[in-house]
């Protein structure tokens, strides 16, 4: 069976789902690699690395000859419609939103995984795209703050004076809230951070960060992520955070809950309490924001007493190092195919807890019982 990359097209996307040393591992599983030319370009993968591998590389991808396809961002419904039944992709698919592309997959009688389904339990680690591109996310957002700070992140005594190290609140412990912890710490911030979720209170502190604790009942979804809190509990919450961002020279956010919009955790009053010359960077902003105000993709200030405030919504987060990302990215995706593949034929067994709830659709079907029912309401 072949398995073919074609070259990403949506805007901004610079990662790539494979790269040649893991051609390797799809040749010994028996597995044919065609790699459409380009792909791997912003990725530092050329096509001769390609070829090198033993993958083939061509111009154009024919989607009516695939068998399995590898990608990044979800299918145009466009490139879906012409793919054979039985077909086999892999990828981020955004189900919630690009209900479109579902019911395109559902339909061509297509059995696609979907990445950001991939269960959080032990032996599914090694396949945990979100996890991975995660890590890459937290780490930028921290950069891109540091470059607009107009001053030192850490310490610094000299025979001048000494200047204080800067103040760094990140708002969400996930991955990559505790990645944009520790990468602030290793430029010398002193950090501090919030979850809703308790659990998360030792973890920042090993990263040597201090854990807010504002009193507040504990929010705990499933496979350790955030759900949803009423609206009274998030207005106490900004209410109790406010002294906190007021008192930090850059903000980071990072919350979310799967599939739902992100939460409002920073108003702009809030903001207007921040010293002049802060930095803000919303991590979530593609999803809705943390901060209101947030545009993905730009950055806007906010006036405060004596200057403003910059607000970076934050766009393309792991694209923008696409080499780490798609390293992470093609291994992650590897890991998944090679589950479903023995002697060179792909052959998912859906009743594998790992490939039954990556599974988007299969055979006609929607087998993802929320993003069902939404397409449920569409089609209503």
Not at 227 to 251: C, G, I, K, M
């Amino acid at each position: 069976m072949k398995v073919t990359v074609p070259a990403e097209i949506t805007p901004g996307e610079r990662r790539v789902a494979i790269l040649p040393d893991v051609v390797s591992s799809y040749r010994r599983a028996g597995l044919e690699v065609t790699v459409q030319s380009g792909a791997g370009r912003h990725a530092l993968a050329s096509d001769e690395a390609f070829v090198l591998s033993g993958a083939e590389v061509v111009d154009t991808v024919e989607a009516s000859t695939v068998d399995v396809l590898l990608h990044v961002r979800p299918l145009n419904p466009a490139v879906v419609n012409k793919l054979k039944p039985g077909a086999v992709t892999i990828g981020f698919c955004s189900p919630s939103t690009e209900l479109r592309t579902v019911r395109a997959l559902r339909d061509a009688g297509v059995t696609s995984f979907a990445m950001e389904l991939v269960p959080r339990i032990s032996r599914a680690q090694s396949m945990d795209a979100l996890t991975s591109q995660a890590l890459v996310a937290g780490y930028r957002c921290v950069l891109e703050a540091a470059m607009r700070l107009p001053r030192f992140f850490p310490l610094f005594m000299t025979a001048a004076g000494t200047v204080p190290p800067a103040k760094v609140l990140v708002l969400g412990a996930g991955v990559a809230g505790l990645q944009a912890i520790a990468t602030a710490r290793r430029l010398g911030a002193v950090v501090s951070a919030y979850d809703v979720r308790p659990s998360s209170a030792d973890e920042v502190r090993s990263m040597g960060a201090a854990f807010l604790d504002l009193g507040l009942d504990a929010i705990e979804g499933t496979g350790g992520y955030a759900r949803e809190q009423t609206e009274e509990r998030a207005a106490r919450q900004r209410e109790l955070l406010a002294p906190h961002v007021a008192a930090s020279d850059v903000l980071i956010t990072t919350a979310a809950v799967p599939g739902r919009s992100a939460p409002l955790l920073v108003t702009t009053a809030m903001l207007g309490g921040m010293p002049p010359g802060a930095v803000v960077v919303d991590l979530a902003a593609e999803s809705g924001g943390n901060v209101e105000g947030t545009r993905p993709g730009e950055e806007v200030t906010v006036g405060v007493d004596g200057g403003e405030v910059r607000l970076l919504g934050l766009k393309d987060a792991a694209s923008t190092m696409p080499v780490d990302a798609s390293r992470l990215y093609a291994k992650n995706v590897a890991n998944l195919l090679l589950l479903m593949t023995s002697d060179g034929l792909v052959a998912p067994d859906l009743e594998d807890d790992v490939l039954g709830g990556a599974c988007l659709t299969h055979d006609g079907v929607v087998r993802h019982a929320p993003t069902a029912a939404l397409l449920d309401e569409t089609e209503a």
